[in-house]
């Protein structure tokens, strides 16, 4: 029931950027598109959030387009420490205020 | 300074029993979570409390239920524990609540084990 597609599993070098993609062409308009990541063993961790505007924090950036049915999250230098499952998460309900992970994308960081 | 801390952070136990998992937050923050965790790796929301007030109660067995002591603390009891309640689960809380773009801060999760 996931309101997002990601795929499944991604590679990167390390100090390359890594840019993960997430399609939710259903999002409404007053709906965040929030990043997540779990690194194993771990809790999930904020990364990253944004409405409709691009954002930038230490982490991450966060690219929008502008319908909103989309976005990208890029880790500008990733690093070995940043192979985690990432999930790309948007509300689902006002009313309800249910809160759906989907299965994420598997980053694997490689020397 | 953990900002969310649960114990324990592993549990085996029999099926039939009787446990708790607790979690304490120091941000101060008013609205706190239940996760779980299962072997496929989906996380699903169980509980919100916000103010001490159950906001949200997925469709959960009864087995399971928060307690909030204070604001800073909810507890997770499941009763008459099964197989199938083995998984990982997280605490989380958040400020106001997540509807208003705030951001759910996450405990490093508990392994329950049902043997």
């Known amino acids: 029931d996931a309101k997002t597609t990601q795929p499944t599993s991604m590679d990167c070098a390390e100090g390359r950027a890594a840019n993960l993609p997430c399609n939710h062409s259903?999002?409404?308009?007053?709906?965040?598109v929030y990043w997540y990541r779990q690194i194993h063993s771990q809790g999930p961790q904020y990364i990253i959030h944004?409405?409709?505007n691009n954002e930038t924090n230490e982490m991450a950036s966060l690219i929008i387009t502008e319908d909103r049915k989309s976005s990208t999250l890029i880790l500008p230098h990733a690093t070995l420490r940043d192979t985690a499952v990432y999930y790309c998460i948007v509300r689902v309900a006002w009313d309800t205020d249910k809160l759906i992970f989907g299965t994420g994308t598997r980053l694997q960081v490689f020397p | 300074d953990t900002a969310v801390s649960q114990t324990p952070k592993y549990l085996v136990t029999q099926m039939g029993n009787d446990k708790s998992i607790k979690c304490e937050q120091n941000l101060g923050h008013d609205t706190m979570y239940w996760y779980k965790q299962d072997s496929k790796k989906f996380l699903k929301i169980m509980f919100s409390y916000n103010n001490k007030e159950l906001i949200i109660n997925e469709t959960v067995p009864n087995r399971f239920s928060p307690k909030s002591p204070d604001k800073a603390h909810l507890n997770l009891h499941i009763n008459s524990l099964e197989l199938g309640d083995s998984a990982v689960y997280f605490c989380?809380?958040?400020?106001?609540?997540?509807?208003?773009?705030?951001?759910?801060?996450f405990g490093e999760g508990s392994w329950l084990t049902v043997v």
């Open positions: 944004g409405l409709k």
């Open positions: 989380a809380s958040s400020q106001d609540g997540w509807d208003l773009g705030n951001t759910i801060y």
């Open positions: 259903t999002i409404s308009g007053n709906e965040y």
